[in-house]
């Protein structure tokens, strides 16, 4: 029940488990020109840690992850870059070779588990689908790890829940039971996209507490996938902060919350309501949306909107600086001083 | 570099100066779509055929001509030859001049037949969707009882009950098969209008109630049935051919319509096969043609190939 | 608009705008193939008594499922209450009937969540904006509609040539400000905000809220905002209603709520909401609620958050419904319905273990609970 504890105890230190490098993926269509949706993106999650992918819609963050996990359809397009686990790149690997990991070496829990689990199976099927495919579980001990796991995840009484279907169960319920499948296999890497955009705050924070402490029990890493810098706040240690498919400011939570440095990251934290601030007066809003940006190709896609924007904004493209720990990408950042 | 930026810019904000509708959009969609030209030229060239009939055609329906009647035997009937491009038919009649002046008659039947069952079904879904309770259970009861009838099989009994087959009777029958077909569809999204955010916040705004139905609901409702009935009209072209073939049509000998002219060859199929050959061909190319541009038409409708 | 101002203060005293007393929605579940049985109502809402003051803005923040979204529609009169009364002005709305109805209905109006669903897709925003005054009569001739229109779309922050497009050429934020255009159009008193910013990107939210907020100050508007977010509740209001399955659990000034929460269920809200400083979020303590949101169709007996509460104690909670009362020492405007709020207040009684109950899913669903009652394709749908 106490607030988030960092998990760096459980972290061995060697090597980062997942190593992103420049990944690019651009979305063509027929007749139309490409959408770069994400552009150059690089960070590494180191084992145990939980990492935090923020952005509004549109930012490239969830495609980011389908990405990680080779989801994508091949069709249209394209991905670059690479994505190296345990030495090895996923991009570059068989499909099915990549189906053999999944699951087992990194797994994902989505925004909806109403349409990530199949409506017609009941949730032990799929649970044990997961044990016995990569486990090699017989039946039987698939069933009671399953009812285990349900168990583990929070589900009351999981042994007469393993024969529920997905539409007898509340979202906060099968939100777990979706995690218990993504981690049947004790993956060291867990995506979250946006696990809790769909419930509701009470539910939210016993799915939250629960990520929190399985993070800590299995020692598996978490790359967290949000539009609420509120989740991130009490969950990831090091936190990415996208905006149109460039990662423009990375830092240590508490650093960058306390000093947002990159005009949208300060932007974004002064312009949301705040339950701890006085009620009433005037948030300070970003100015136009997404649909302002221009792209990066020679200009800060941010430019348009940002209240800091120089003349070089508009002409040069901002390179990402990394110094004391936290990544920039900005010709005008905020003093360090500014709050 | 900063102009290209500024540029946008300008680009969105004169863009702004047109608005574009969804009909607007829905209708750029159609014309990039090829399905849809190919059915748009197959109708286009069958409702110019079917219009300008009476001028193409060299002769006229009914007339026999000596010239080919005399060589009608009854193992032979003559092919083309000159002033008769596709020769006799089994009277001696101009099968080419036949063949035109029927477009007529199918194009006349099939729009007839669709307008009709189109506005009776209009009027039972509007009513229903819209006022919802017993009102609906009625409507739609009988229109299940309407619908639990082969089509086919219910035209041809309505056909049947009348005293002497003619031309309004294949029209009244195809009509009233496809009644059920647009009542159920419209009321369908008639609900779904009904529940939707839209037609909330107009109710909210105080706007009238029959402003509320006719304004907001239908017109948001009515895609699909035009899609519908371009669908029902290529139906129901086949379906007056299979009356008139059965012989529930007009039974005027003179006259000249594919699926009758497609009856009566089969007494001739093995003597000259291109007499029912060439009926069928053009129906089936006239069905094609409204159906690609049918199936077109709700694909550009329809708001998921909306961005 | 400095007229409606000055109303403002001389109305303060006087009666409240909007006067809800034991509103109560209650939803039939039908089954049977050919005669509809009722086999059960969902208890969407369930005795609300509320009122708003003019110039005035009031919160009501709960969970999906609470019931605020019909409770918001049938202060509207969008949904037909089951019982209770609502006093809009003066005039008894609930049961008002026909055209006298539709004409009253000037003078509330709605934004709506989904900015894109709630506008008429065939429409441009011209027509839009121009159908509410037509219908009302306030239309008065091209010329001077004209100047109107554009006097809307300018109050809103969009420009006149907007007027000419259609509402799905914007972005989300535009079309929740055509949205809100619209509900102006008509000149009301109260508008009926429900989520009007949660289906809108986070940097965008904040120019809806500021706009609400200028808007408000301007026209001398009075609202009902209804959210699922604290934290935009609480900013937006004067006072703020906690829902919980059908009723209100407490009430009062969004910074009294904040400072000295008193319903379990409120203290286990405000714990839960995500706030974006990390400091906080590591020594705040949390009060996690275990289980889900009982079933509307099936409410518990006594108080209804009785099966979830940490403070629930052995007497009163399982049987007797409390009422909002004000409990001692505390402001005359924070009202609780707890019968326990001055020893949980006061530290006498402590949070205990809760151990979450199985809840019933062969009425309806739980969690998919709609806000009304469909067929079960609908709320697998959902």
Not at chain 3, 226 to 252: F, K, N, T
Not at chain 3, 270 to 287: F, G, K, N, T
Request: aromatic share 4%.
């Amino acid at each position: 029940m106490t607030a988030a504890r960092s998990t760096t105890s459980l972290r061995a230190e060697t090597g980062p488990l997942l190593s992103v490098r420049d990944l690019r993926v651009a979305f063509q269509r027929k007749g139309e020109p490409e959408t770069v949706a994400v552009d150059g993106v690089s960070f590494d999650v180191a084992p145990g840690q939980v990492v935090g992918l923020v952005g509004e819609s549109g930012c490239g963050k969830s495609v980011t992850s389908m990405a990680i996990m080779r989801l994508l359809p091949s069709r249209g397009v394209r991905v670059s870059g690479s994505v190296v686990m345990d030495g090895v790149d996923l991009l570059t690997l068989s499909d099915q070779q990549m189906r053999e990991r999944r699951g087992r070496d990194l797994s994902m829990v989505f925004q909806d588990p109403l349409t990530s689990l199949n409506p017609v199976i009941p949730i032990g099927l799929q649970v044990t689908e997961v044990l016995r495919r990569h486990r090699g579980m017989g039946k039987e001990t698939a069933r009671k790890a399953a009812a285990e796991l349900l168990e583990r995840v929070g589900i009351p009484d999981p042994r007469r829940r393993l024969d529920s279907y997905p539409h007898q169960l509340s979202g906060g319920m099968r939100q777990r039971a979706l995690i218990a499948i993504a981690l049947a296999c004790q993956p060291r890497l867990l995506i979250a996209d946006e696990p809790t955009t769909a419930l509701d705050v009470t539910i939210q924070a016993q799915i939250l507490e629960l990520l929190r402490e399985l993070v800590r029990e299995t020692g598996a890493a978490l790359i967290m996938i949000t539009h609420d810098l509120g989740v991130v706040a009490g969950l990831c240690e090091t936190v990415n902060v996208l905006y149109a498919g460039r990662i423009v400011e990375r830092a240590q939570r508490h650093r960058l919350f306390s000093t947002p440095r990159h005009p949208y990251t300060h932007g974004l934290l002064r312009s949301i309501p705040r339950l701890d601030a006085p009620p009433g007066e005037e948030l300070q809003a970003i100015r136009g949306s997404v649909v302002d940006n221009v792209p990066w190709t020679h200009a800060c896609a941010f430019a348009p909107r940002c209240p800091r924007s120089l003349e070089a904004c508009l002409e040069v493209t901002p390179q990402d600086e990394t110094s004391g720990g936290r990544l920039l990408r900005c010709h005008n950042p905020v003093p360090a001083s500014a709050e | 570099m900063t102009t290209t930026w500024a540029q946008r810019r300008k680009d969105r904000i004169d863009d702004l100066s047109s608005g574009r509708s969804l009909t607007g959009e829905a209708f750029q969609r159609l014309r990039r779509n090829p399905a849809a030209i190919i059915g748009a030229v197959l109708v286009g060239a069958f409702v110019l055929v079917a219009l300008l009939a009476p001028a193409l055609a060299p002769h006229d329906a009914a007339e026999s001509f000596p010239a080919l009647r005399e060589n009608l035997r009854p193992d032979t009937i003559p092919g083309a030859q000159p002033g008769f491009p596709l020769g006799s038919d089994q009277n001696g009649r101009d099968f080419f001049s036949r063949m035109l002046l029927a477009s007529q008659q199918t194009l006349f039947v099939g729009v007839f037949a669709t307008v009709i069952g189109l506005a009776v079904g209009m009027v039972i879904g509007t009513v229903a969707g819209a006022f919802g309770g017993w009102v609906d259970t009625l409507l739609m009861r009988f229109v299940d009882v309407l619908l639990s009838v082969p089509s086919l099989l219910l035209a041809i009994s309505i056909a049947a009950l009348a005293a002497r087959p003619s031309q309004t009777t294949v029209i009244i029958a195809v009509a009233i098969v496809s009644v059920p077909i647009f009542a159920r569809l419209l009321r369908g999204s008639m609900l779904a209008q009904r529940e939707s955010d839209h037609v909330l916040a107009a109710t909210a705004l105080g706007v009238k109630r029959n402003a509320l139905v006719l304004r907001h609901m239908l017109p948001n409702a009515i895609g699909p049935v035009i899609v519908q009935a371009t669908l029902t009209l290529a139906a129901s072209i086949l379906d007056a051919a299979a009356l008139s073939f059965l012989g529930l049509g007009d039974a005027d000998p003179g006259r000249a319509e594919w699926g009758l002219m497609l009856a009566q060859a089969q007494s001739y199929l093995d003597v000259r096969p291109a007499l029912a050959f060439y009926p069928a061909i053009a129906i089936i190319v006239v069905a094609l043609g409204f159906t690609l541009l049918g199936e077109s038409l709700r694909e550009a409708i329809d708001p998921k190939g909306r961005r | 608009m400095t007229e409606s101002d000055g109303m403002t203060e001389s109305a303060n005293g006087t009666a409240p705008l909007l006067d809800v007393r034991d509103l109560a929605v209650h939803f039939p579940i039908k089954r049977g193939l050919v005669l509809d049985r009722t086999v059960g109502h969902v208890y969407a809402v369930d005795g609300v008594s509320l009122h708003i003051k003019r110039g005035e803005t009031y919160g009501l923040v709960g969970e999906s499922g609470c019931g605020k979204t019909t409770l918001g529609r049938a202060i509207l009169r969008l949904v037909e209450p089951t019982a209770g009364n609502v006093t809009f002005d003066g005039v008894d709305v609930a049961h008002l009937q026909g055209e006298r109805l539709r004409t009253m209905r000037r003078r509330f109006q709605m934004v709506f969540q989904d900015p894109m669903s709630s506008l008429d897709p065939r429409q441009s925003v011209e027509s839009l904006l121009l159908e509410g005054m037509r219908a009302h009569g306030l239309s008065r001739g091209p010329a001077e509609d004209n100047t109107r229109l554009r006097e809307l779309v300018d109050s809103v922050g969009l420009p006149s040539a907007a007027l000419r497009r259609y509402p799905h050429e914007f972005s989300g934020g535009q079309r929740q400000r055509i949205g809100i255009a619209r509900a102006l159009s008509v000149e009301p008193d109260l508008i009926v905000a429900d989520e009007p910013v949660s289906a809108l990107d986070v940097s965008v939210q904040a120019q809806v809220l500021n706009l609400l907020g200028k808007l408000q100050v301007e026209l001398g508007l009075t609202y009902l905002v209804i959210a699922h977010d604290l934290a935009v509740v609480r900013h937006v209001s004067d006072r703020v209603g906690v829902m919980y399955l059908g009723g209100i659990v407490e009430e009062a000034p969004s910074q009294g709520l904040y400072d000295d929460p008193q319903h379990p269920y409120t203290r286990a809200l405000l714990s839960a909401v995500p706030v974006p400083d990390p400091e906080l979020e590591d020594r705040r303590e949390r009060i996690l609620l275990t289980g889900d949101l009982p079933s509307p169709a099936a409410p518990p007996a006594g108080c209804r958050f009785h099966t979830r509460c940490p403070w629930r104690q052995p007497q009163r909670c399982d049987d007797e419904r409390p009422q909002l009362r004000v409990i001692e020492g505390a402001p005359a405007g924070h009202r609780v319905a707890c019968h326990w709020a001055e020893d949980i207040r006061g530290g006498k009684l402590q949070p205990h273990r809760v151990d979450p109950e199985a809840v019933r899913d062969d009425v309806l669903a739980p969690g998919a609970v709609p806000e009304l009652p469909g067929s079960v394709t609908e709320i697998l749908g959902r």
